[in-house]
């Protein structure tokens, strides 16, 4: 089967569509989107509507057809990359320009019927037909909690003004933060928002997860305005979550409050389910040789009064995950909505504690690293982790704390056989293993009148992929090399 990425030219035609020719405009009208035709081919200069799938007031999510275009070489659809309500279609069918708005968009079911007078007037913003008279307008009423540095009031100010997909708002929320408080986090960090006009999308929240927050009052202020929030934010900066009750109804329930940490992975995992499309792959390892070497360096290192910890099981499966995508890099990929991203570098993070502690340290360059120097990092992970003064050092370690290329999720210490973890975006790939169990396996070699079967320590390997990454023969590759490397550990030294 071919490589993912030999297919990427036909794919971004395909993908590219909602996302570079919507533009936001500020008037008297409620929040919206003017949507313009797009290129849909390298060579397009017009299209003709044939057909609309929507009409005026439907609702739309990602991956809807709004309409098929008629392009200079083929009918295709175009698909929303967003959800939302069509608020006014301003052309009906027929030749039109690149460019050229054909429909405007706004987030609110209730922000239809305002447009149902509206008239583009081109690129300045756009005028109605028949403005009414502005009624004076409220006092805003004060947030005794925290001041944020941008407020979400609508204004005619573009700079007061954070525009982002009603997704990413969800995934701000969920987070337990406002998506002005991710707008000043990535200012801060000399950056925008990675939608149209720089508009933040769902990857600008999780981007923004592994920057320090801007303001520490904005997550209090999201955390008060929540109906069903019985209390704030934890004002702690660790990631640790407390475990101690945060309130408790005798004999019916207790709450626990969640760390920012616990609140950002959990966001994170449930954007990763709603929208990547899984598959797994597993594959069962036969660790008699790698236990051989592995304690054949640790011997050798006792003898020789080396410094340093032992090598554990971990740590050869950590560099064979590493030297398995020099051998098939296509795993070491991200999907970036109209192309996807192969990475040169091999950035491994670890899963690690359980409950309120668990955290996601990132290994940097494993590939180029030796054994020695992976299980010195994983101690020191592990140590700082679970003491009491050094798990927030950790946790707030924005370098330490990074997102990888891939995940490696260890379960074999809980008795679990095999598990099928979550692909955390942007990354396509994730690992677990399970415990390492003696197995009956066929004897290879065996003459006749021998025994034909032997005991082996096994170990089951699975692999989490997103199909549009990573198609099922090139996992089904990668957990061939995995498995070769594992069981010839000599071969990871060569």
């Known amino acids: 089967m071919a490589s993912k990425f030999t297919r990427i030219a036909s794919m971004s035609a395909r993908n590219s569509r909602f996302n570079l020719l919507s533009k936001a405009y500020f008037s008297s009208f409620p929040d919206h989107l003017v949507v313009a035709m797009p290129a849909l081919s390298p060579t397009m200069e017009t ?10 007031g439907d609702k739309f999510e990602v991956g809807t057809s709004l309409c098929e275009v008629e392009t200079d070489k083929a009918t295709v659809s175009f698909d929303a990359t967003d959800e939302g309500y069509i608020a006014k279609i301003l052309v009906s069918t027929g030749d039109i320009k690149v460019g050229q708005p054909i429909m405007v968009t706004v987030e609110e079911s ?20 028949a403005a009414p008279t502005p009624a004076a307008a409220a006092a805003p009423t004060p947030v005794a909690q925290a ?36 707008a000043d986090q990535l200012a801060a960090a000399s950056s925008a928002g990675s939608g149209p006009n720089g508009r933040i999308i769902a990857a600008d929240v999780m981007r923004a997860s592994t920057m320090p927050r801007a303001n520490a009052g904005v997550a209090a202020a999201a955390s008060a305005s929540t109906a069903t929030a019985t209390a704030s934010v934890s004002p702690q900066p660790a990631a640790i979550a407390s475990t101690a009750p945060s309130s408790s109804v005798g004999g019916v329930y207790t709450d626990f409050q969640l760390s920012d940490l616990a609140q ?3 966001a994170r995992q449930t954007h990763a389910k709603q929208v990547v499309p899984h598959y797994y792959l597993s594959v069962d390892l036969n660790l008699s040789e790698l236990l051989k070497v592995r304690g054949a360096f640790n011997a050798q ?10 090598l554990s099981v971990q740590d050869f499966m950590v560099k064979a995950a590493a030297l398995a995508m020099q051998q098939v890099p296509d795993v070491n990929g991200s999907w970036m909505d109209t192309f996807v991203r192969r990475y040169d570098q091999v950035d491994i993070n670890l899963v690690m504690g359980a409950g309120s502690f668990v955290a996601t340290p990132v290994l940097r360059d494993v590939t180029a690293r030796g054994l020695s120097s992976i299980a010195t990092e994983i101690a020191s992970f592990e140590d700082t982790l679970f003491s009491e003064s050094g798990a927030s050092a950790l ?10 290329t891939f995940s490696i999720h260890n379960l074999g210490m809980y008795g679990v056989k095999s598990a099928a973890p979550i ?7 994730a690992l677990s293993l399970g415990a390492i169990v003696q197995t009956v396996i066929p004897a290879s070699g065996a003459a006749a009148g021998e025994q034909d079967w032997a005991v082996a320590p096994i170990v089951t390997a699975t692999l989490s992929c997103d199909h549009r990454v990573v198609d099922g023969a090139v996992g089904a590759q990668w957990l061939a090399a995995f498995k070769n490397l594992v069981e010839n550990p000599v071969s990871m030294l060569l």
């Open 47 to 56: 299209g003709a509507i044939s057909k609309w799938n929507v009409k005026v």
């Open 110 to 129: 209730d922000a239809v019927s305002a447009f149902a007078n509206y008239t583009h007037t081109g690129d300045a913003a756009p005028a109605p037909v």
């Open 147 to 182: 001041a944020p540095a941008r407020t979400s009031t609508p204004s005619s100010s573009s700079s007061d003004r954070v525009f982002a997909s009603p997704l990413a708002k969800k995934m701000a929320r969920e987070s337990g933060t406002t998506i002005e408080a991710i």
């Open 264 to 266: 950002t992975l959990a």
């Open 301 to 310: 290192a006792a003898s020789m009064k080396k410094k340093g910890v032992e």
């Open 395 to 404: 946790t707030e370690n924005s370098e330490k704390m990074a997102v990888g």
């Open 423 to 429: 692909v955390l975006t942007p990354q396509a790939c």
